[in-house]
């Protein structure tokens, strides 16, 4: 760039949101650094009032500098919300530089507080990406991403814990199960009681045993085996057949 000569302690450079301006040589706090300039834009004349760009930099009421032209070499600087130098005004002098306000190194790009105005017309409807802003961008998603992991995490959990839960109901569910199946299958009454009736539950066995021999047994002997229930319904049924 023709504009910069070397012993200048910046150069132009690529920078997040396009060009900016980068330090070659350290750069002491409350050193000037540059100045802003170009034409003065008077506001009471309706022609320099009507001038409209991103690089106009406002003294006061009346004086404006139009700072787009190409060997204002500042208006490559960026804006950041934590900057680390300002804009440094005369109002009287109508001028306007560029100060150092904390010690920059080589390297580091340079910038300054374009202010509220600037921020609110330009930078906050695309949204600021200066390091600040990147920074705190970048804190947010981290967390979104720690909240979401964490999120997953407790779902796992009870997923895990509604699988265990599951298995030990089933665990606790079959031996009673069994044994309620085991029961109707050795029913005491029939099975136990009709083949060998038992010595201790004679009194017990010997009434019910009467009982369904009386009903049972009545008209067919083979109903004695197959149980209790079945053996009037198989009679009835033999009946109809029969009669059939
Ligand atoms: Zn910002």
Redesign the pocket.
Known sequence: MPTISSNKPYRIGRSRTGLGLFATKPIKKGAKIIRYFGPLLDSRKKKDDAIENKYLFELNDRWTIDGSVRKNVARYIN????PNAESDVKPRKRKVFIRAIKNIEPGEEINYDYGTDY?KAY?KPIG???????K?RKKKRAEARAERLLLKARELRKAERKVQKEAEKRAQAKPTLKAKKKKPNGVKANGAGLNSPRPNSKPLNGKRLNGHRGKSIAGQTIGVTSGISAPPRDGQAGENQASA
């Open positions: 804006h950041a919300c934590k921020f930078l600021c990406k200066c390091d600040a802003c990147e705190k």
